[in-house]
């Protein structure tokens, strides 16, 4: 048995991984997509809604606070929301209800959640030939601490979490977190940790592997230097692919909107173009007003798509932004509440929270990475003619799947 001081702190991270890549050609999903269809219009659609709003209110956040406006965001909403839920499990009273509130849980049972996020994962993973996504969640725990059975069997029954207790004061206790990390991420992050801090005492892990590739890839004959503007009002030669087809299109006054498919069509890129006369922010406001409203209104339209490979490393502690959007008392040493997770004493805390992602768009698909970090310490009209949309200025994107409405991942790239 360990016996912590009440000075010591006492942490916990939790790092949760999702790769995306379109670098080879996947086999598919086990059933049928209308089968998928089916189960998916069955889903408790809170589960979706929280997901989706809590990622555009945190990508406000993260937009507003950025002292460099030259700097791209992209996050992943449903790396962080599963790396919370896990968390969740082991909260209780006011910090459970400051959590759900954040994240959008409110009204919700604790077995609700779980089991929304159960099947999330599922259908996640039936996502239909051309697309590939597998998930895997792990849990470390130093060796000798008292971690509550409970919430390790709560972990392993719905979210199938691999329950590991590590020697983390062995030289080789990081290693063999990583050789996780490369197996479940297809080699595509192979080290996450280079070492163990001493006041850890739980590690929990979620990687999702996504490969998928256009449902038309562009043709690299196609792709040609064009210029893109800035917001400083500056260019710079970016390479834009192009191609025309039928797309899902959508034009209203101060934008234009496109769906470009992945695979069968079940998953997509969304993107959004703010209009010459509009700009980035106005587009922003109206995002964050309701991002639900971009699953609609959309038509089909043959025209041109112009879109510049981009390549995105992004990294940020959320603590703050977090503590904006109501999330407070989890970080709150003397007063946040995780007795699900371990016996008090020691108290545990959130102490920080750390996202990065890394993505890339070119003409086979779309490869992304995104890794969110909790430590835990203790104390319109249709168009008749062919549209013309061409990404030469700065944008939102989002990667969905359609049959659920979930977005994997958001971003505004203001320099490709």
Not at 29 to 58: H, V, W
Not at 226 to 235: A, H, I, M, N, V
Not at 325 to 335: R, Y
Request: aromatic share 10%.
């Amino acid at each position: 048995m360990i016996i912590f001081r009440k000075s010591k702190l006492i942490s916990i991270s939790l790092v949760f991984v999702l790769i995306a890549t379109a670098c080879s050609k996947p086999s598919g999903t086990s059933i049928p997509l209308e089968k998928r269809q089916d189960a998916a219009a069955k889903m408790d659609e809170r589960i979706i809604l929280a997901n989706n709003s809590f990622g555009m209110q945190l990508h406000r956040q993260l937009v507003k606070s950025e002292q460099d406006k030259k700097k791209n965001i992209v996050i992943s909403p449903t790396s962080v929301s599963l790396a919370f839920a896990m968390t969740y499990n082991g909260s209780r009273g006011e910090t459970q209800a400051s959590m759900a509130k954040t994240l959008g849980w409110q009204g919700m049972s604790l077995d609700e959640i779980n089991q929304g996020n159960e099947t999330l994962s599922y259908l996640l993973q039936q996502p239909g030939s051309g697309v590939k996504v597998q998930i895997a969640n792990s849990l470390w725990s130093r060796k000798g601490t008292s971690i509550r059975k409970e919430f390790m069997r709560t972990n392993e029954s719905f979210y199938d979490a691999k329950v590991t207790e590590l020697d983390f004061n062995s030289p080789k206790a990081p290693d063999t977190i990583n050789e996780w990390v490369n197996k479940n991420t297809n080699g595509k992050i192979s080290k996450m940790l280079e070492s163990i801090n001493p006041n850890e005492v739980l590690i929990l892990m979620n990687a999702i592997y996504f490969n998928g590739g256009w449902k038309k890839e562009f043709q690299l004959s196609g792709t040609k230097e064009e210029s893109f503007k800035l917001q400083d009002g500056s260019t710079k030669q970016v390479k834009m692919m192009a191609q025309t087809g039928s797309y899902e299109y959508l034009q209203e006054g101060g934008f234009q909107a496109i769906r470009l498919p992945y695979g069968e069509g079940q998953m997509d890129m969304l993107v959004i173009l703010p209009g010459e006369s509009s700009s980035l922010g106005a587009l922003h406001d109206k995002l964050w007003a309701d991002p639900d409203y971009w699953n609609k209104s959309f038509h089909s339209s043959r025209g041109e798509i112009k879109l510049p490979r981009f390549k995105i490393e992004y990294s940020d502690m959320l603590n703050e932004p977090l503590k904006a959007m109501g999330m407070t008392l989890p970080f709150d040493a003397d007063h946040a509440d995780f007795s699900g997770i371990a016996p008090v004493p020691p108290n545990l805390f959130i102490s920080s929270v750390t996202h990065k992602t890394f993505i890339e768009v070119n003409e086979k698909g779309t490869e992304a990475a995104a890794i969110t970090s909790v430590q835990m310490a203790g104390a319109s009209a249709p168009i008749d003619e062919p549209f013309q949309m061409t990404i030469n200025r700065p944008f939102f994107f989002a990667i969905e799947d359609r049959q659920t409405g979930l977005w994997l991942f958001v971003g505004s790239v203001v320099e490709p």
